[in-house]
């Protein structure tokens, strides 16, 4: 019986924990990344050298593998549409990537299928957002619309002399604004879609940030019934108008009226989502196999009330050296990821853990303290 291959464009942390999870569901892999070795290429079967967006690469991925799906929303979208033509199964589909890589096309995406978002309008220059600073008042964002990600591309603008500073950091991005949410919470949902249309779910989660990048996901989150039946039937919602096929992931914004906003839609698996390796039977990376192959999804069952991720980020530039003190093992139930990534730069994500118990205060008291013994 052949061994099928699935090719992953991108071969950073993610690309590495899908990799796991295919040859746990016997598949091969084989990843494209410019970083060589990169996280993925140290346990693929294969990894090919190059950009993201280099077509003939992608060309090359695609001649290896029965099936193509990407773990960055970077990917050449008109090189894996390409492939589409050519009959080879491209999961999610590139055009939802061509949708979802512009943010301010996202918004417009979203808001035409009557999906609610912050308020947002197109930014051209800096008269346009001191023009749009008088309608959403102070403070607001402007943001790239393009290859923005951990606080990359976001600057939060909280009088007129910011603005100049915006789009001095900002550089030549093409710009957007958004209107700022007075949010209590930040919620995530990760859900899994099939080629039938089935969804799976997973619990919501609270994602806390610091500096746009997030620290801390807390499984379940801890809002009411109703927020949770509201946060996941709009995942769902977004996932039926998409379309797509795979995981995706649907950052909210719980308002202070208890409304439920939605904020990006990452169309792969998520960080918010790495808790399911040990939380669930089921993890979002072998949901995203499964779909992306043809292959049944499974309905995620809690294993432990409990789950705290906090993420193990650098904190110099230099070469990664990791150690992890006695203490860690001695805490019991922490689950430590590092993602073999071999230069280490300040708020770099290179590894994260994961708590697990019956009682969220405990867990995630339990992760931080972890987290305080490990250093990158």
Not at 332 to 340: D, E, L, N, P
Request: charged letters at 25%.
């Amino acid at each position: 019986m052949k061994i099928e291959t699935i090719g992953i464009v991108g071969g950073g942390q993610l690309g590495r924990m899908l990799t796991e999870a295919a040859h746990r569901l016997r598949f091969k892999v084989v990843v494209l990344d410019p970083n060589d070795p990169s996280p993925a290429g140290l346990i693929a079967d294969e990894q090919i050298v190059g950009s993201f967006k280099d077509k003939d690469k992608i060309l090359e991925l695609a001649s290896k593998c029965d099936y193509i799906t990407f773990e960055i929303e970077s990917a050449n979208a008109e090189a894996l549409h390409e492939l589409v033509k050519k009959q080879i199964p491209v999961n999610p589909h590139p055009k939802i990537l061509h949708t979802i890589k512009d943010k301010f096309a996202q918004k417009v995406f979203l808001k035409n299928h009557s999906i609610p978002v912050a308020p947002f309008a197109l930014i051209e220059d800096k008269k346009d957002a001191v023009k749009q600073a008088e309608i959403f008042g102070y403070p607001f964002l402007l943001k790239a619309r393009f290859d923005a990600y951990d606080g990359r591309g976001n600057f939060v603008v909280r009088g007129e002399k910011d603005i100049p500073k915006a789009f001095e950091k900002l550089g030549k991005s093409l710009l957007y604004a958004e209107k700022f949410v007075p949010f209590t919470k930040e919620l995530a949902v990760v859900s899994a879609r099939d080629g039938v249309g089935n969804v799976e779910s997973f619990d919501v989660v609270e994602t806390i940030h610091k500096n746009n990048i997030c620290h801390v996901v807390r499984s379940p989150a801890p809002v009411t019934p109703a927020i949770k039946s509201k946060a996941v039937q709009l995942a769902e919602r977004v996932l039926e108008v998409l379309g797509g096929v795979g995981v995706f992931a649907v950052e909210m914004f719980l308002t202070q009226e208890g409304e439920v906003l939605v904020n990006e839609i990452a169309p792969r698996v998520h960080n918010s989502g790495h808790h399911t390796i040990e939380s669930y039977s089921t993890s979002q990376f072998e949901q995203h196999i499964k779909a992306v192959t043809g292959l049944p999804l499974s309905k995620p069952k809690k294993k432990h009330k409990a789950a705290v991720m906090v993420n193990i980020l650098g904190t110099r530039n230099g070469p990664a050296k990791y150690r992890e003190r006695d203490e860690v093992g001695q805490l019991g139930r922490i689950h430590v990821h590092i993602y073999g990534k071999l230069e280490t730069r300040k708020e770099r994500k290179m590894g994260h853990l994961t708590a697990v118990g019956t009682n969220l205060e405990e867990v995630e008291a339990r992760a931080r303290t972890a987290r305080k013994y490990i250093s990158i």
